[in-house]
């Protein structure tokens, strides 16, 4: 049996080049893909605003007792004399079909979600952290032909998530190949993400936020590179962030190297993570006020040159490009790097 949901991802803007559509494939056992489309001239009257259609595709056979109340659903869309219809749909929506609807909307919403976190991790997009717009809920099939929309309706928060760029053969496959992998958008982007929606509205919670992002994102390196450490990194008492950055980052086993070696961040990495554990101490424990403003949208890009710096030791060369290039220029001036080409200042070989 098939199963799709279709949702808009609002504010979202790829370019297409020629192809009408991108998919992208899970790897799973229910052979779940993802495609995102332009919308079609009728879907643009329909919806004000620029937007892409997405929809996610999977497959699964369901028990036999819930095979045979999607039979009598077909009966009952069919039938001429579909009488006393309220009653009979209560009684078809035994809890087990309900549980198994469930998990089978959980799987399409949360393929949707991963896939487009990937594409927003691994091209540095700002935005909300809830990419799906609105959703027109779940439809079945037992040919892949005819489509009946599934009964019980799903209530579903919608957000906001905009990004623009081109996607090459090239970088489809290899995102492709990161949702087959496993991976996701690790959580300290993520609570990045929160962080900087915040930034002008509520700075205490920004600084709060953003700073959770940068010990928790260090916390995952740690237990991605050093897998028997991961429990201590995540539960025993630590020493400040910036104190392990400095000293004990170096030691790590990094998949990648900078010209043979693991780095600390830039000084000025560092000193801004340092003000920002004091900001934050000092505005949770003592009500002061939290930086504002340049101070703290600087801040909050330290904190993100550091989780893809991060992520490039794990093991994802791309996460160096989106280090800021005067980050990268102190790093040649501070390590004595090769590299002074202002564009891509860090020599890996």
């Known amino acids: 049996m098939y199963f799709k949901v279709k949702v808009t991802l609002h504010k979202l803007t790829i370019g297409f080049h020629e192809q009408e559509s ?7 056992q229910h052979g779940t893909s993802v495609m ?9 009257e329909k919806q004000k605003g620029e937007f892409l259609v997405c929809f996610a595709f999977t497959e699964e056979e369901p028990p036999s007792g819930i095979n045979e109340v999607f039979e009598s659903l077909i009966q009952n869309a069919t039938s001429e004399h579909a009488t006393e219809q309220d009653e009979k749909q209560g009684a078809l929506l035994s809890r087990d079909f309900q549980n198994f609807a469930s998990q089978v909307r959980h ?21 909300s952290h809830n990419p799906i717009a609105s959703t027109s ?9 005819s489509w ?20 090459s053969a090239r970088l489809h496959g290899e995102m492709e190949a990161l949702i087959k992998g496993g991976e996701n958008e690790p959580l300290g982007h993520e609570l990045f993400l929160e962080a ?54 170096p030691l790590l086993p990094a998949k990648l190297k900078i ?81 002074t080409n202002a564009y891509s200042v860090i020599d890996l070989r």
């Open 196 to 249: 900087w929606a915040l930034r002008r509205t509520n700075p205490r919670s920004a600084l709060i936020i953003g700073m959770s992002a940068a010990e928790v994102g260090f916390k995952q390196c740690i237990g991605k590179l050093v897998p028997p450490a991961e429990w201590l990194a995540h539960h025993a008492p630590t020493p400040p962030l910036d104190k392990m950055l400095s000293n004990y980052l």
């Open 148 to 167: 009946l929309t599934m009964p019980e309706d799903l209530h579903f928060e919608g957000g906001r998530f905009e990004f623009y760029f081109r996607i």
């Open 259 to 339: 010209e043979g070696r693991v780095l600390r961040p830039s000084k000025k990495i560092r000193s801004s993570i340092k003000a920002g554990i004091e900001a934050r101490n000092h505005s949770v424990h003592l009500g002061s006020e939290p930086p504002k403003g340049k101070d703290l949208k600087e801040l909050l890009l330290s904190i993100r040159d550091l989780l893809y710096l991060l992520d490039f030791y794990c093991g994802f060369e791309w996460a160096l490009e989106y280090i800021r290039d005067e980050v990268r220029a102190e790093m040649v001036e501070e390590f004595e790097l090769k590299s």
């Open 36 to 44: 995102i489309r332009p919308p079609t001239v009728d879907e643009k």
């Open 137 to 145: 809920g779940v439809s079945w099939s037992l040919d892949n032909h």
């Open 107 to 127: 799987r399409l919403y949360e393929s949707i979600r991963r896939t487009v976190r990937i594409i927003r991790w691994r091209w540095a997009l700002t935005s």
């Open 22 to 28: 991108l998919t992208f494939r899970l790897g799973d």
